[in-house]
């Protein structure tokens, strides 16, 4: 490993560890969008872009961008970027790590007074997570056009309004479409981000690339039989929702182990009424969430699986309902961009592992427009969103020089 990637990797955790005292609770970091807290981000964050060699700005939603021209002024640039906002009682390095290796990655070519064909800008998005107005990915649908009007009136927990945090942020609700990027001034979107898993550190890997972010589908289910009294029922006759929700759910984890393609499946909640002890329980509510990095075998395996309950149901003399509440597509990252990408851990590490993204990121926003690739950071036990959140400096100076390795590439041509 290179001396300079072992600095900027110095560098960036002690960034990410200036950032993370940027929170409003003292001993647990939250920063959330359009706090004091989140504006005081976006200035040092734009201090350590200014002093990369870049023109800076916070555009019309709240985030903080910064561009290094390119040879010629005005030519298409190569985005990269992450988010600076956090759950609550966050660990520091979701979100944040993106941008600050991006930072590295200008700042080694500002310093060598490097140009490339293309533009390289940073985005700190606003807002991916969504913690303070339930409202994911609103920094990047800011650059891609796709707020709906009705943002702007959806309410913190203290009655706040979108529009009214803006405000008093010095921003300007009826300026939301200013942020709006056109198609042909970015060329391509990469993002960095810790893989908030246990996949990369199971192959004593510190990189690896995004082969698609998971959709998703999310549905309340219900299996409803007949209460009765525990000790006068006959086994043989019983109609007992509980039974059946738990055949379905051994189902559940059995089938989606059997299909393999990096599905998942979770029954996350569970409510048995009437919960007595002593009576047989004759409705079962239960959650199913199922994610896949493509989107045919995804709803293949939600079919086979709402078919099992069907099945099981109508054995057992029960009947089985299903209301999906929520569909997220799965992202595809561009084949191209995966190649790149693998090219340059393979530069850096000897190998590369491809895996999916079960966790939702900015780059499923910003596909809707732009070509986009992910480039995972092994984080310690996998763990995410948590305090305990961690990476190795040695694996972030990795990440610096394979990130800077596919950046020149891609932004050179």
């Given at each position: 490993?290179?001396?300079?990637?072992?600095?900027?990797?110095?560098?960036?955790?002690?960034?990410a560890?200036?950032?993370?005292?940027?929170?409003?609770?003292?001993?647990?970091?939250?920063?959330?969008?359009?706090?004091?807290?989140?504006?005081?981000?976006?200035?040092?964050?734009?201090?350590?872009?200014?002093?990369?060699?870049?023109?800076?700005?916070?555009?019309s939603?709240?985030?903080?961008?910064?561009?290094?021209?390119?040879?010629?002024?005005?030519a298409?640039?190569?985005?990269?970027?992450?988010?600076?906002?956090?759950?609550?009682?966050?660990?520091?390095?979701?979100?944040?790590?993106?941008?600050?290796?991006?930072?590295e990655?200008?700042?080694?070519?500002?310093?060598?007074?490097q140009?490339?064909?293309?533009?390289?800008?940073i985005?700190?998005?606003?807002?991916?997570?969504?913690?303070?107005?339930?409202?994911?990915?609103?920094?990047?649908?800011?650059?891609?056009?796709?707020?709906?009007?009705?943002?702007?009136?959806?309410?913190?927990?203290?009655?706040?309004?979108?529009?009214?945090?803006?405000?008093?942020?010095?921003?300007?609700?009826?300026?939301?479409?200013?942020?709006?990027?056109?198609?042909?001034?970015?060329?391509?979107?990469?993002?960095?981000?810790?893989?908030?898993?246990?996949?990369?550190?199971?192959?004593?890997?510190?990189?690896?690339?995004?082969?698609?972010?998971?959709?998703a589908?999310?549905?309340?289910?219900r299996?409803?039989?007949?209460?009765?009294?525990?000790?006068?029922?006959?086994?043989?006759?019983?109609?007992?929702?509980?039974?059946?929700?738990a055949?379905w759910?051994?189902?559940?984890?059995?089938?989606?182990?059997?299909?393999g393609?990096?599905?998942?499946?979770?029954?996350?909640?569970?409510?048995?009424?009437?919960?007595?002890?002593?009576?047989?329980?004759?409705?079962?509510m239960?959650?199913?969430?199922?994610?896949?990095?493509?989107?045919?075998?995804?709803?293949?395996?939600?079919?086979?699986?709402l078919?099992?309950?069907?099945?099981?149901?109508?054995?057992?003399?029960?009947?089985?309902?299903?209301?999906?509440?929520?569909?997220?597509?799965?992202?595809?990252?561009?084949?191209?961009?995966?190649?790149?990408?693998?090219?340059?851990?393979?530069?850096?590490?000897g190998?590369?592992?491809?895996?999916?993204?079960?966790?939702?990121?900015?780059?499923?926003?910003?596909?809707?427009?732009?070509?986009?690739?992910m480039?995972?950071?092994?984080?310690?036990?996998?763990?995410?969103?948590?305090?305990?959140?961690?990476?190795?400096?040695?694996?972030?100076?990795?990440?610096?020089?394979a990130?800077?390795?596919?950046?020149?590439?891609?932004?050179?041509?």
């Open positions: 490993m290179s001396q300079p990637a072992r600095q900027q990797a110095e560098r960036v955790m002690a960034r560890d200036e950032l993370a005292a940027i929170s409003e609770t003292p001993d647990a970091l939250t920063r959330v969008y359009l706090s004091p807290q989140h504006l005081q981000a976006n200035q040092r964050v734009a201090q350590w872009m200014e002093e990369a060699g870049m023109m800076v700005w916070q555009d939603v709240g985030n903080v961008c910064g561009r290094y021209e390119g040879e010629q002024e005005g298409p640039a190569v985005l990269l970027g992450s988010h600076l906002d956090t759950v609550r009682n966050a660990g520091r390095y979701d979100g944040m790590l993106g941008v600050l290796t991006a930072i990655v200008v700042q080694s070519l500002h310093q060598q007074g140009r490339l064909a293309k533009a390289i800008e985005v700190g998005f606003c807002d991916e997570e969504g913690t303070r107005f339930g409202i994911t990915l609103l920094g990047s649908r800011g650059l891609t056009g796709t707020w709906p009007a009705h943002w702007l009136a959806q309410t913190d927990a203290s009655g706040v309004s979108v529009a009214q945090a803006m405000v008093l942020a010095g921003l300007d609700p009826a300026r939301v479409a200013q942020a709006t990027r056109r198609t042909e001034e970015i060329a391509a979107y990469l993002e960095l981000h810790i893989e908030q898993g246990p996949c990369l550190e199971q192959a004593g890997l510190a990189l690896g690339v995004v082969e698609a972010i998971n959709g589908r999310r549905l309340n289910c299996f409803t039989g007949e209460a009765g009294h525990a000790g006068t029922v006959p086994m043989t006759q019983r109609k007992d929702a509980l039974a059946a929700a055949e759910m051994v189902a559940v984890e059995s089938t989606t182990r059997e299909r393609g990096n599905l998942v499946a979770t029954v996350g909640t569970l409510c048995c009424l009437p919960g007595a002890v002593n009576v047989i329980p004759g409705e079962v239960l959650s199913l969430d199922i994610r896949g990095p493509q989107d045919a075998p995804l709803d293949a395996l939600l079919d086979g699986l078919a099992q309950a069907q099945a099981i149901s109508a054995r057992r003399g029960l009947t089985f309902s299903a209301e999906e509440f929520y569909r997220i597509a799965a992202t595809p990252c561009d084949t191209r961009l995966q190649s790149l990408l693998t090219d340059a851990v393979h530069q850096a590490q190998a590369s592992l491809s895996l999916p993204s079960g966790a939702g990121h900015d780059a499923i926003a910003m596909a809707e427009r732009w070509p986009v690739g480039l995972f950071v092994r984080c310690k036990g996998g763990i995410s969103h948590h305090p305990a959140e961690s990476v190795e400096a040695d694996d972030v100076a990795q990440a610096i020089t990130f800077s390795y596919a950046v020149t590439a891609l932004a050179s041509a």
